[in-house]
């Protein structure tokens, strides 16, 4: 249905949207009072494999080439770039490599204005009183572009609660002071209080950047809620427009979809990192904060990570996380005020939070790329991968709860990308 230029699209049943679907409402978000010439497609990156991001974006692909000219820049933030293989993977033949920009959160934006201080210091609770400059990749400042279409999936998130809308463009494609800042604004306040959440201090720095800064754009918000069985991604609801309502409404999906809440805190907890699409911890301590709230106080966390090779996404930031290593929030917080590395650094700090359990439970990395002395260095237990995999093979456990030959009973997460798990009574606290 379309309401005052906005579209809702859901599914009929949980197979999700067809490609045909898909494209008769896709179709409509093209909708100008002017001929395309040139358009810029915003998709997330490799990390977000999950997404139904890479499907949308070579229809669109399909859609615009033989008409106008489609550039396609995904939304990095600190990630590493797309390889060849990836970009394969992720959009399918037909969108060729070449069509993919680069976004370097270093050196590639141009500052807009900044969120002043007196709001940072309202919205963090006196936590943070700075202003936050609002950088964006100048790409998106072309005027040669009609048309952009910033296309992502709304999931639990870690720094700004729910993920997307305007999180694509101002750390996917944003720059470092309001990624670091951003980052250190969510773990300051607390994971718990932001996780699988609409309206959290950082959704609301990002709002009023949104208002003040690209309202001038031509901008549109293509957002997907998906959930994936045995890697088969069904994309139950696509939102189109501009306005955040389009944001809410997919976040209420979203939370029907991708939170589950457990009615009792679990004692051990099993991860699985697919090894095509987590290869650092940046990326894979998903499986330490999307499980966090559902951990009992003393309770066991396995990660199987076959394709961690490395900590951070760069060179600087795996120095950074080596030399500090994932040691709780409190901790960070007192490293942060007595070391310049660490305040130019704040989403680094950040994420040092949130690989950690703050003591609560342990978090045992079972890998085959880093060794003993590297993984134990930043404050994780280290478990060789080859012993992991025998007595938790993945292929043979269902997610939930499993009960082994020997009776032990795990609960197991095929991938923590999909959702956020929680004891029921800890996340409505």
């Not at 001929?35 to 669109?60: E, F, M, N, Q």
């Not at 290869?279 to 309770?299: D, E, F, P």
Request: hydrophobic residues 40%; aromatic residues 8%; glycine residues 6%.
């Amino acid at each position: 249905m379309i309401q005052s230029s906005s579209i809702i699209a859901t599914a009929r049943d949980e197979q999700g949207l067809s490609d045909q679907e898909l494209r008769q409402v896709l179709q409509q978000t093209l909708a100008s009072d002017k001929p395309l010439k040139r358009v810029l497609l915003i998709p997330p990156d490799y990390t977000r494999l999950h997404s139904g991001a890479g499907r949308i974006t070579a229809l669109y692909y399909q859609m615009l080439k033989d008409s106008c000219t489609v550039d396609i820049l995904p939304a990095l933030g600190t990630h590493e770039p797309m390889s060849r293989e990836e970009c394969q993977a992720f959009f399918g033949p037909d969108v060729p490599f070449e069509a993919l920009l680069v976004h370097n959160w270093r050196t590639d934006v141009v500052k807009l204005g900044e969120v002043p201080a007196e709001f940072i210091r309202d919205v963090s609770e006196g936590l943070m009183s700075d202003p936050i400059d609002v950088e964006i990749n100048k790409r998106l400042l072309d005027p040669s572009y009609d048309l952009i279409l910033s296309i992502g999936q709304v999931v639990p998130h870690e720094v700004v609660g729910m993920a997307n809308y305007s999180k694509n463009i101002f750390v996917g494609c944003g720059g470092s002071r309001m990624i670091n800042s951003s980052h250190m604004l969510g773990a300051f306040y607390g994971l718990d209080r932001i996780m699988g959440r609409d309206v959290t201090p950082v959704r609301k720095v990002f709002d009023y950047a949104e208002a003040h800064f690209i309202q001038d754009l031509p901008l549109r918000y293509v957002l997907t809620v998906t959930t994936a069985v045995q890697g088969q991604v069904a994309i139950h609801g696509l939102f189109a427009g501009r306005s955040r309502s389009l944001f809410e409404a997919a976040v209420k999906m979203s939370q029907e979809k991708n939170l589950n809440f457990l009615d009792k805190p679990l004692q051990k907890v099993v991860v699985y990192l697919d090894e095509k699409e987590f290869k650092s911890t940046w990326l894979g301590n998903k499986a330490v904060y999307r499980t966090r709230m559902a951990i009992a106080k003393g309770g066991e966390l396995i990660v199987l990570a076959p394709g961690v090779r490395k900590f951070g996404e760069d060179d600087q930031n795996d120095v950074l996380i080596r030399k500090y290593g994932y040691v709780g929030r409190e901790n960070v917080i007192n490293l942060i005020a007595d070391h310049p590395d660490l305040q130019q650094n704040l989403s680094v700090a950040a994420h040092l939070i949130h690989g950690s359990s703050d003591d609560q439970f342990s978090i045992t990395y079972a890998v085959a790329k880093l060794t003993r002395q590297e993984i134990e260095q930043v404050n994780f237990r280290y478990m060789p991968l080859d012993e992991a995999l025998l007595r938790y093979p993945p292929e043979q456990l269902k997610d939930g709860w499993n009960r082994l030959p020997d009776g032990e009973e795990i609960f197991f997460v095929s991938n923590p990308a999909l959702g956020l798990w929680a004891d029921r009574s800890r996340f409505e606290d």
